[in-house]
């Protein structure tokens, strides 16, 4: 047992009409399969032929290699060298407690997961699969909430992926490693199907995480690090040379998108004389030297105090260090220059004109007994970067408010301009009831100032909009579920738009079965999961505390829900079986239509795929049968007939919105003052 | 200092900006967040009340106190300043004592007020614009050189016949002082409540300009496309006709990148 599909658990049925009846009573197989064995469990998916009903719909690719196989390969292949240690680690880690997602973003100081480094010092990929940590300077850093997403999105997905898979995500499992769909081509993306009620996220080639702790790979043999990552010893001879030295660089590179970065090594010991170098360098600069004497390298030393940029000669800085003190070294990407900081004490810049770096924090030393721990931000800082980071970020904040924006409304005033933007937004996204009492206003306004003046020619005029009554009428269908009410009106209203915007057309259609699907399980009793229930517990079940999270609360279904009731049971289990025939035969007639466009493939293997769970509102693709499903595709309509009508498929608000961020993000790119910048956070909350 | 080429940074191009501007992902939330802070804080109560049942959002202030700003503002529109101190002594007794320099701009404009409703012909009386100077305004402007020259300056409209008015004394009569006082006093109001003067939406405004120089400033090349607010002239091609004045330029601009981000 458990390791049948849903609709096997008496042998595949033959045909279409076997799937039908058996709908119902493979609830207990259902239950089997959520109990099993994953692995299993895909493999006599694979080893099933796919039933007569859903084979016609879906694409008869037969199904390669199963989906937790690929996950896993490429779980692996992202840790590169740590091939050996795949799955059964990942799932070790997900069973223990308390592994995974410390430090969100908004914690202070103390909760940082710590321990971390210590249970997994031995896996290196893992620095931002376990631990994670937010540096409180970069607590508003867009670059730091990115690898924060990521972080969570990955852990989340590693916790969820086996019972989502024991659920039976049978068709997507094969689905995702289809090679006939290369948009979903086999990689660890493939998992964001898995879990898109979140953020899918982010490609970790594209985003450098923050340096966490000391490379084994990465360090001059004369140097040991110690279990935690951050703490280095020297363990060379005391016969060096004056030009030889012994340095390490860390996990990651700076990310100059943070625009500051800051890290404090402790002095734990001075060694013989004291001779060690705290800095940044490059990824191929020697390792046999002190940070700073090398091209790419720049160190502040202890012995003489003096800042080495690039070369063997230094140059008059500061005091010099030793046991105990506590050392800062801070970069400021948007400036370009670096500063040392000496127990929290500001020591003045120490770099200039550093353009274009890629560097490492580096520690180097040359004498017995020297000892350094740092702290890549897991830990408060004793040097203020918090108060510094705040500043800058006042300035920046300081110097956007000032700008003179004249330049967007040469031929009206400021406030005139931004009225316009916002008609245009309620004109645009079809608010006509706001529109218009907006309109009145504006007038109302102008006519306090100047009651004997024509002030039209300065105004905002928003004509009584019968496009956008249209529209808004259209969308209303839409978010109403009633996709042929939709259909139908943007044939009277705008005829060319369907027929020149396929792709719109195709996803009506869509939405269209896929509220046929809604409204045939809705007939099912709201539970599932209580397979015992026999069928009449529909009525009260949701109403009652034990609530789905499925329920779907608009008043449509409360009516429909009450034409339930009054239904027998017998009533019921025909209607249902009529729905879903018609549902069937709708998909199929879909399918026919669309057929020679294989770029439709992807669309109908996800919506055909709810046919594969006896109840859609509790599988994986729950999410298509969400009333707000229904706003992106209102939405896209709505830009259809926009555009079709000469003008813009955004609102400029959304289009200022979308090209600030893309702005701001290149700016941040650089590690420019966009890096301070939190576009989200700082201006829209 | 400078570094071997190798290990420069990409330079972000053309294709990092599309890719980018295709990955954000805009949240309808978020731009119905930002339309309701303009209507709540620019006083525009009728629609801030319809927009939120529209959008099936909350309102963020309620009506009542909306249409209490719209009142002042109104007053301040309609050359009625003793009645916007009053209302605004009413809301928030203490504004006007802390901020002094609010206080003396929506006076002088009451003197600017008086003086123009005294008529600014040799026949017409100036004694209640003289009057209210001498009470009002007088014995403040004593403390602040910059009152002081305000005043001095507004007191010179007396001396001149309107039609004979210099420029520089003509703007003191413009609408235009009412509409920057009326704002000042709406920030006023709004700055005791939350710490930003402005509305989210021109926040964004500036920091897309800001972005731009930015930009600009770091050699790269700004793409017409980015010119969101073209879309206003290309949306108001076909059905405004009261002079948008839209350049031919411009609109030939906006129809492209219309359809460029329609690919995004």
Redesign the interface.
């Known amino acids: 047992m458990a390791n049948n599909p849903p609709y096997g658990s008496s042998g595949p049925p033959s045909n279409a009409y076997a799937v039908l009846t058996n709908l119902i009573p493979r609830r207990s197989s259902y239950a089997s399969v959520a109990a099993g064995n994953l692995n299993t469990y895909n493999q006599s998916l694979i080893s099933t032929s796919r039933p007569g009903t859903f084979s016609h719909l879906a694409n008869p690719n037969s199904p390669s290699p199963s989906y937790s196989h690929d996950q896993h390969s490429n779980q692996s292949a992202r840790r590169s060298h740590r091939s050996s240690e795949t799955d059964t680690h990942m799932h070790d880690n997900a069973s223990v407690p308390g592994s995974w997602g410390k430090g969100s973003l908004g914690n202070d100081s103390g909760q940082y997961g710590f321990g971390q480094f210590y249970g997994m010092a031995g896996n290196e990929d893992d620095a931002n699969g376990g631990d994670f940590f937010v540096p409180s300077y970069l607590r508003h850093s867009k670059h730091v909430e990115r690898l924060h997403q990521a972080h969570e999105a990955k852990t989340t997905a590693q916790r969820e992926a086996p019972p989502t898979q024991a659920k039976g995500t049978g068709a997507l499992s094969s689905r995702s490693s289809n090679a006939s769909l290369p948009k979903l081509a086999p990689s660890h993306r493939g998992m964001t199907y898995e879990v898109v009620e979140h953020p899918p996220p982010e490609d970790n080639g594209g985003l450098t995480p923050l340096p966490s702790k000391w490379a084994e790979a990465d360090k001059n043999q004369a140097i040991e690090i110690g279990p935690d990552g951050l703490e280095v010893h020297f363990v060379g001879g005391s016969k060096m040379h004056d030009h030889e030295g012994a340095a390490t660089r860390t996990d990651h590179p700076i990310p100059v998108q943070v625009g500051i970065y800051y890290y404090e090594a402790t002095i734990t010991s001075k060694g013989k004389d004291g001779w060690i170098g705290i800095g940044f360098s490059g990824p191929k600069v020697s390792l046999e030297r002190l940070p700073g004497w090398e091209p790419e390298s720049w160190g502040w030393h202890g012995d003489d105090g003096n800042t080495f940029c690039c070369q063997m000669t230094g140059k008059r800085y500061g005091p010099t260090f030793t046991t105990g003190d506590v050392v800062g070294c801070g970069i400021n990407f948007m400036t370009g220059s670096a500063f040392f900081t000496k127990n929290g004490v500001h020591q003045g810049n120490a770099f200039r004109d550093l353009k274009d770096i890629n560097v490492y924090p580096s520690v180097g030393m040359k004498r017995p007994h020297a000892q350094v721990t740092v702290n890549f931000g897991q830990r408060p800082f004793v040097f203020d970067i918090d108060d510094m980071m705040k500043r800058e970020r006042e300035v920046i904040s300081e110097a956007i408010i000032a700008t003179d924006i004249s330049s967007l409304h040469s031929h009206i005033d400021e406030n005139s301009f931004v009225k316009e933007l916002v008609a245009q937004f309620f004109a645009h996204d079809g608010f006509v009831e706001t529109a218009k009492a907006f309109a009145d206003e504006v007038r109302a306004e102008s006519r306090a100032l100047e009651p004997d003046v024509d002030m039209s020619h300065s105004n905002v005029s928003i004509e009584e909009d019968l496009d956008g009554t249209n529209r808004q009428q259209i969308r209303a269908a839409i978010m109403d579920g009633d996709i042929d009410k939709a259909i139908k009106r943007t044939h009277a209203y705008y005829p060319q738009v369907l027929r020149d915007q396929s792709q719109v057309y195709f996803r009506l259609r869509c939405q269209k079965f896929v509220e046929m699907i809604r409204q045939t399980a809705e007939l099912l009793e709201p539970h599932p999961a209580q397979a015992a229930k026999p069928l009449n517990g529909h009525g009260e079940g949701h109403m009652d505390a034990g609530q789905t999270e499925m329920e779907v609360d608009d008043p449509k279904n409360e009516v429909e829900e009450w034409d339930k009731m009054e239904m027998e049971e017998a009533d019921i289990s025909v209607k249902y079986t009529e729905l879903l025939e018609e549902t069937i035969q709708y998909g199929q007639e879909l399918k026919q239509e669309f057929q020679d466009d294989s770029s439709r493939e992807a669309a109908f293997k996800e919506i055909f795929s709810l046919f594969m769970y006896e109840d859609p509102r509790k599988s994986p693709q729950a999410h298509l049968l969400d009333r707000a499903s229904r706003v992106p595709v209102a939405e896209e309509l709505n830009s259809a007939i926009l555009v079709s009508l000469g003008k813009s498929s955004s609102a400029a608000i959304e289009l200022l919105y979308q090209q600030t961020e893309a702005l701001v993000d290149i700016l941040a790119e650089e590690g420019g003052a966009g890096a301070l910048i939190n576009v989200r956070k700082d201006f829209l909350r | ?4 080429p ?4 990409t ?2 191009s053309r294709h ?2 599309e890719r ?2 295709k ?2 992902k ?3 939330s ?2 119905n ?3 309701m802070d ?2 709540d804080r620019e006083g ?4 801030a ?3 939120a ?3 099936n959002i909350q309102p963020t202030s309620s009506v009542d106190s909306i249409q209490e700003r719209v009142a002042i ?2 007053a301040i ?2 050359g009625d300043i003793q009645s916007a101190i009053e209302r605004i002594n009413e809301l928030n007794p203490m504004l006007l004592e802390k901020d002094e320099t609010l206080h003396f701009a929506l006076l002088r404009l009451q003197l600017v007020e008086l003086i123009r409703s005294c008529g600014l012909t040799s026949t017409d009386d100036p004694t209640p614009a003289i009057n209210f100077a001498t009470t009002e305004l007088g014995p403040r402007a004593e403390t602040n050189p910059q009152f002081l020259e305000d005043l001095e300056r507004t007191m010179t409209l007396l001396m001149f016949e309107q039609k004979d008015l210099p420029p520089q004394y003509a703007t003191l009569l413009d ?1 235009k002082l ?2 920057d006082v009326a ?1 000042r006093v709406n920030e006023a109001l709004f700055t005791e409540q939350v710490e930003r003067t ?18 600009v400033e ?1 050699n ?1 090349e700004l793409p017409a496309y ?1 010119r ?2 073209h ?2 002239d ?7 006709h ?4 839209s350049s031919g330029e411009a609109a030939t601009m ?1 129809s492209e ?2 359809a460029r ?2 690919e ?1």
Do not use: C
């Open positions: 200092m400078t570094t071997s190798s290990t420069s940074i330079t972000p990092s900006l980018r501007l990955e954000v805009v949240s309808k978020d731009l967040a930002l339309v303009y209507l525009y109560p009728s629609a009340q319809k927009f049942s529209e959008a503002r109104e529109y309609r609408r009412r509409v704002r402005k509305t989210k939406l021109s926040l964004l405004i500036h920091l897309h300009v800001w972005a731009e120089q930015k930009f770091g790269k980015l969101f607010w879309v206003l290309n949306d108001n091609q076909g059905n405004d009261d002079g948008m004045q906006a990148p219309a981000i329609e995004v």
